[in-house]
């Protein structure tokens, strides 16, 4: 959800968050306070706030909020709990202090107000981060046992990777039992395998990581996925393009799905060879067939209907 061009908030509470404490910065008292990262504070103070708003009557009431990595997760169910809008802003866009924050809540137009993914987007997104962690377990234990020597570490090491193949196997299959036993997930997965070289992992991972794959923008999907070309440029000066590092996950399955794709899929596959013939690296074709990818999962989920090679990125 994006706020109109013409809304504008004038009561901000912006926080810092860290794993324990929250640094806290209201506009426009331009107050700053530290309380503790926990449920009932966070309530406590935001219904203060709110109280502060209806008597001084400052206008319409936003929370600011930093995205670290899920500690910012009280903030936001304690300001859907007591309907107060939210925005989640990225960490690299705002590294400062609450303040920052708040004055960033302030005078930015067309923030995306935070919406929270559906309970099976959660549930497959926790379910993935287990799988990856188990899989990374596992390859470090293996490699482990290629040095070992002890008779002790050597059955330790052998009893733990028999652990961890076991719990990975556990789940995947609840991984796939949940997406099997969910409509829209199933739908949803269903439509983007319509596309030749996107598979059930990659299907499922870019769903589990962006839930809201199908409301997006063009260009917002593809800097989700870490896919949109960044200028480098300052004064009359005109940098090379880049691309920013998207997250981990979503930019496997994209490479993976986009590998097969080159080869398979008769749209990306022309693409990926009339980009080839103008002298271009493997490493920009294989990033121009990971947008354009995305951007075509993009707008079948948006359409709700199968791809045929009619939509364009």
């Known amino acids: ?5 013409d809304q504008r908030f004038e009561h901000i509470v912006a926080f810092e968050v860290s794993k324990d404490n929250l640094v806290v910065h209201t506009f426009p008292a331009d107050e700053q306070r530290t309380i503790t990262n926990a449920p009932a504070a966070i309530r406590r103070l935001i219904k203060a706030e709110a109280k502060r708003n209806r ?3 400052l206008g319409p009431i936003l929370i600011v ?3 670290t990595g899920g500690y910012e997760r009280h903030v936001i169910e304690a300001a859907f709990e007591l309907e107060i809008p939210v925005h989640r802003t990225n960490g690299t866009r705002v590294r400062h202090f609450g303040r920052l924050l708040a ?3 302030l005078k930015t137009q067309e923030l995306r107000l935070h919406v929270p993914p559906p309970p099976e987007n959660e549930a497959l997104r926790a379910l993935r981060v287990r799988r990856t962690e188990i899989q990374q377990m596992l390859i470090a234990e ?5 040095h070992a020597q002890h008779k002790s ?4 090491l052998k009893q733990h990777i028999a652990e961890l193949k076991a719990d990975l196997a556990a789940i995947e299959t609840e991984i796939h039992q949940l997406v099997r036993e969910n409509s829209a997930l199933n739908k949803k997965v269903a439509l983007m ?4 070289g996107v598979g059930p992992i990659s299907a ?5 990581y962006v839930p809201n794959i199908g409301q997006l923008t063009k260009g917002q999907v593809a800097r989700l996925a870490g896919r949109a070309p960044i200028n480098n440029d300052s004064g009359k000066k005109r940098g090379v393009r880049h691309v920013q590092a998207g997250r981990t996950a979503i930019r496997r399955a994209l490479y993976m799905a986009a590998v097969v794709a080159m080869k398979a899929n008769p749209v990306l596959k022309e693409f990926a060879d009339r980009l080839r013939s103008r002298g271009y690296p493997f490493k920009y074709v294989a990033t121009a067939v990971m947008r354009k990818l995305v951007v075509i999962l993009n707008a079948i989920l948006r359409d709700g209907s199968p791809w045929r090679g009619a939509q364009t990125a």
């Open 1 to 5: 959800m994006t706020m109109n061009s």
């Open 55 to 57: 008597e001084q009557k």
């Open 65 to 67: 909020c930093e995205a």
């Open 103 to 105: 004055q960033y809540g």
């Open 142 to 146: 293996t490699g482990r046992l290629d």
């Open 153 to 156: 570490v050597l059955k330790s």
């Open 193 to 196: 395998r319509t596309v030749i």
């Open 204 to 208: 499922m991972t870019l769903l589990a």
